[in-house]
């Protein structure tokens, strides 16, 4: 069955729906408000057999300007439209603003179609084709057929149905080899049924009874059923109009404007950069930050515009742009999007969306336009490295991929081996990937990272794991540890267990620091193998500013002069040394120790000698059993 969409378009009341019936038998008006008013207000889907075998959906869209949403939502998923100008009207509002939408859509087969003229005299009709000619100059319909008819006598209809055949069998069907999507365009329940859903699928291929979600809102369903034209069928697949039986979901809770997808592919997201066109009959240039109505597949969104390198697009131009939406909204790399002014609404503009998971800001930001510049002609291949290249937080995985490209599982695993063949790409331990110009981008941050550390803390060897990845800006540790792990192999970084540094770094003391080193260090010979805490430090030194005693104090520390025997209680190490060998002395002689006798040893109180003797059994030193204290190794020296 031949997988395409026909829409129509045009101004209010040109024949639109009535042209539909003609050529179809069947009345795409189903509401009875509708029938009441004679006007279109939503959309309307019937079919039409082009050979025996085959057969086509047309979507009816409503003309009036109040209805121009619902127009987008339909005409989102044609391929091939019929343009309608009514001969007692001719070209009116509209028929230029639908034709807008068409040229921003993308829409590239279509038939002009003038209707209504059993109303008009035939000679009109030449003035009327050279409108029609401007109206079309440069647009997809510049060299399209035009055919006049009468729904109401059927004049034309014949001919207009053998051309529709004709220029279905030039439009390529949708392959269905991506994944999944439908936006949904009509929701309902059916007695017995529940939640029906219908849409045109754009992508991929489901089967009945198989999982999907329901998006922005994230829910999963399982598809009780699948019709198409009316018909139970076992799977759907791009390009066919469907109605979706869900389990497990009230109607309520979805709207127009969602969309189904398979579960765990497309993440909603509120930033979006793109490519905006702003159309040259817009009455005033677009500026920075301005709040717009943004059509995508079926729904509309509240979004703000900020424009990249620029205060303001004039008509007629293309800029790169920021999308801030105010709600949610689930998209992919190159799906087209219409925008509509605020107030009054009118459809301004359009364009590709090119980065979906975007950086909130940096409206100046080069690396960002580079990166979007790349993204609007890159190829297959390229879009791939591109979307590792700049990834937002320099990694991304397979999956993201995906979402991130909309390129199948098996297409973007031949792009990924190539890159990784070429060494372009390299794959971390947890299998996400980083751009090979990325990590050495990276490298080079880490080493301004370490020097700036180093120049802003003299007194501190080491800068802590956490420290460098904030600073970074990383969250992956396998990332981390790449990094360091190659600097450290190029000597150009120290690793520690608690953090690293700059290969060769050394601690550089002012003399004015230097002279309070030696303070502090007299002060702590001074106690003996009496402990003391960083309140007796900061009691001794009361005169002196804090930060710089404290500053002093963790370098002493951190080099191995000073030794923490137990939380806050520190010990001078040259003194805990000697102690450990008198310690070492007295067991050799005696075999074991107990925390009295080890007090009289020292000369110390019984506090400290037993916090240092437990300070040398948790180092290994000693054996404790039963309150006594014997030796474990005589090798052991006190641990810096």
Same mark, same amino acid.
């Given at each position: 069955?031949?997988?395409?969409?026909?829409?129509?378009?045009?101004?209010?009341?040109?024949?639109?729906?009535?042209?539909?019936?003609?050529?179809?038998?069947?009345?795409?008006?189903?509401?009875?408000?509708? +029938?009441?008013? &004679?006007?279109?207000?939503?959309?309307?889907?019937?079919?039409?057999?082009?050979?025996?075998?085959?057969?086509?959906?047309?979507?009816?869209?409503?003309?009036?300007?109040?209805?121009?949403?619902?127009?987008?939502?339909?005409?989102?998923?044609?391929?091939?439209?019929?343009?309608?100008?009514?001969?007692?009207?001719?070209?009116?509002?509209?028929?230029?603003?639908?034709?807008?939408?068409?040229?921003?859509?993308?829409?590239?087969?279509?038939?002009?179609?003038?209707?209504?003229?059993?109303?008009?005299?035939?000679?009109?009709?030449?003035?009327?084709?050279?409108?029609?000619?401007?109206?079309?100059?440069?647009?997809?319909?510049?060299?399209?057929?035009?055919?006049?008819?009468?729904?109401?006598?059927?004049?034309?209809?014949?001919?207009?149905?053998?051309?529709?055949?004709?220029?279905?069998?030039?439009?390529?069907?949708?392959s269905d080899n991506g994944i999944f999507r439908c936006p949904i365009d009509r929701v309902f329940t059916v007695k017995?049924?529940?939640?029906?859903?219908?849409?045109?699928?754009?992508?991929?291929?489901?089967?009945?009874?198989?999982?999907?979600?329901?998006?922005?809102?994230?829910?999963?369903?399982?598809?009780?059923?699948?019709?198409?034209?009316?018909?139970?069928?076992?799977?759907?697949?791009?390009?066919?109009?469907?109605?979706f039986n869900l389990m497990d979901i009230a109607v309520s809770e979805i709207i127009r404007g969602y969309e189904l997808?398979?579960?765990?592919?497309?993440?909603?997201?509120?930033?979006?950069?793109?490519?905006?066109?702003?159309?040259?009959?817009?009455?005033?240039?677009?500026?920075?930050?301005?709040?717009?109505?943004?059509?995508?597949?079926?729904?509309?969104?509240?979004?703000?515009?900020?424009?990249?390198?620029?205060?303001?697009?004039?008509?007629?131009?293309?800029?790169?742009?920021?999308?801030?939406?105010? +709600?949610?909204?689930?998209?992919?790399?190159? &799906?087209?999007?219409?925008?509509?002014?605020?107030?009054?609404?009118?459809?301004?503009?359009?364009?590709?969306?090119?980065?979906?998971?975007?950086?909130?800001?940096?409206?100046?930001?080069?690396?960002?336009?580079?990166?979007?510049?790349?993204?609007?002609?890159?190829?297959?291949?390229?879009?791939?490295?591109?979307?590792?290249?700049?990834?937002?937080?320099?990694?991304?995985? &397979?999956?993201?991929?995906?979402?991130?490209?909309?390129?199948?599982?098996?297409?973007?695993?031949?792009?990924?081996?190539?890159?990784?063949?070429?060494?372009?790409?390299?794959?971390?331990?947890?299998?996400?990937?980083?751009?090979?110009?990325?990590?050495?981008?990276?490298?080079? +941050?880490?080493?301004?990272?370490?020097?700036?550390?180093?120049?802003?803390?003299?007194?501190?060897?080491?800068?802590?794991?956490?420290?460098?990845?904030?600073?970074?800006?990383?969250?992956?540790?396998?990332?981390?540890?790449?990094?360091?792990?190659?600097?450290?192999? &190029?000597?150009?970084?120290?690793?520690?267990?608690?953090?690293?540094?700059?290969?060769?770094?050394?601690?550089?003391?002012?003399?004015?620091?230097?002279?309070?080193?030696?303070?502090?260090?007299?002060?702590?010979?001074?106690?003996?193998?009496?402990?003391?805490?960083?309140?007796?430090?900061?009691?001794?030194?009361?005169?002196?500013?804090? +930060?710089?005693?404290?500053?002093?104090?963790?370098?002493?520390?951190?080099?191995?002069?000073?030794?923490?025997?137990?939380?806050?209680?520190?010990?001078?190490?040259?003194?805990?040394?000697?102690?450990?060998?008198?310690?070492?002395?007295?067991?050799?002689?005696?075999?074991?120790?107990?925390?009295?006798?080890?007090?009289?040893?020292?000369?110390?109180?019984?506090?400290?000698?037993?916090?240092?003797?437990?300070?040398?059994?948790?180092?290994?030193?000693?054996?404790?059993?039963?309150?006594?204290?014997?030796?474990?190794?005589?090798?052991?020296?006190?641990?810096?």
């Amino acid at each position: 069955m031949q997988r395409i969409i026909i829409g129509t378009a045009g101004h209010v009341d040109h024949g639109k729906s009535a042209l539909v019936k003609a050529l179809t038998g069947i009345d795409p008006d189903r509401l009875p408000e509708e +029938k009441e008013r &004679e006007m279109t207000i939503d959309l309307g889907f019937v079919f039409l057999s082009i050979s025996k075998e085959e057969e086509v959906a047309i979507i009816d869209v409503p003309g009036h300007e109040r209805f121009l949403r619902t127009m987008i939502a339909g005409a989102n998923s044609i391929r091939m439209v019929l343009f309608v100008i009514a001969a007692d009207e001719g070209i009116m509002p509209q028929t230029i603003e639908h034709l807008d939408v068409l040229k921003l859509l993308g829409i590239k087969k279509g038939i002009i179609v003038i209707t209504k003229i059993d109303k008009v005299e035939k000679e009109y009709f030449t003035m009327l084709f050279e409108d029609i000619k401007k109206l079309t100059k440069g647009s997809f319909l510049e060299s399209a057929q035009i055919y006049p008819v009468s729904s109401l006598t059927n004049e034309g209809i014949e001919e207009l149905g053998k051309a529709i055949k004709a220029v279905c069998s030039q439009v390529e069907p949708l392959s269905d080899n991506g994944i999944f999507r439908c936006p949904i365009d009509r929701v309902f329940t059916v007695k017995g049924f529940g939640t029906v859903v219908c849409g045109t699928v754009i992508s991929g291929r489901i089967k009945k009874f198989e999982l999907v979600e329901i998006l922005p809102i994230k829910k999963t369903s399982r598809i009780r059923n699948l019709q198409v034209h009316n018909q139970s069928e076992p799977a759907v697949f791009a390009g066919q109009r469907a109605a979706f039986n869900l389990m497990d979901i009230a109607v309520s809770e979805i709207i127009r404007g969602y969309e189904l997808s398979v579960p765990d592919y497309l993440i909603p997201t509120q930033f979006i950069n793109a490519n905006l066109f702003l159309l040259p009959n817009t009455p005033r240039a677009l500026s920075n930050n301005e709040r717009v109505r943004l059509h995508k597949g079926t729904g509309e969104v509240m979004a703000r515009v900020t424009i990249f390198e620029q205060d303001k697009i004039e008509p007629g131009k293309r800029r790169y742009v920021q999308l801030r939406l105010e +709600k949610p909204i689930v998209a992919e790399y190159k &799906e087209r999007f219409i925008i509509r002014s605020y107030s009054p609404m009118r459809v301004i503009g359009g364009g590709n969306f090119l980065e979906i998971y975007a950086h909130r800001g940096g409206r100046f930001n080069k690396e960002r336009v580079e990166c979007l510049r790349k993204l609007e002609t890159a190829e297959e291949n390229e879009i791939v490295e591109i979307n590792i290249q700049y990834a937002k937080v320099g990694t991304v995985n &397979e999956k993201e991929l995906m979402s991130l490209t909309n390129i199948p599982a098996e297409r973007l695993e031949h792009h990924l081996a190539d890159l990784q063949n070429r060494k372009t790409v390299l794959r971390l331990k947890d299998n996400t990937l980083i751009h090979q110009q990325t990590l050495e981008e990276l490298k080079v +941050k880490c080493l301004d990272v370490l020097k700036t550390y180093h120049d802003k803390n003299p007194l501190k060897f080491i800068m802590g794991m956490g420290d460098v990845a904030k600073a970074l800006g990383i969250s992956n540790t396998h990332l981390l540890h790449t990094i360091l792990k190659d600097l450290s192999m &190029e000597r150009k970084v120290e690793l520690r267990p608690d953090g690293a540094r700059l290969y060769g770094a050394g601690v550089k003391l002012s003399p004015d620091a230097e002279r309070l080193r030696e303070k502090l260090e007299r002060f702590a010979l001074n106690k003996g193998y009496r402990s003391f805490s960083l309140k007796d430090v900061f009691n001794s030194f009361s005169g002196v500013d804090e +930060k710089k005693i404290k500053d002093l104090f963790n370098y002493l520390l951190t080099s191995g002069i000073f030794c923490e025997i137990k939380e806050d209680s520190y010990l001078y190490h040259r003194l805990l040394e000697q102690a450990k060998e008198r310690l070492i002395d007295y067991l050799k002689t005696k075999g074991t120790i107990r925390t009295a006798e080890f007090k009289v040893l020292l000369g110390i109180s019984r506090d400290d000698a037993r916090d240092i003797l437990d300070y040398f059994f948790t180092k290994g030193i000693t054996i404790r059993t039963e309150g006594t204290h014997r030796l474990a190794s005589e090798t052991n020296p006190v641990p810096k």
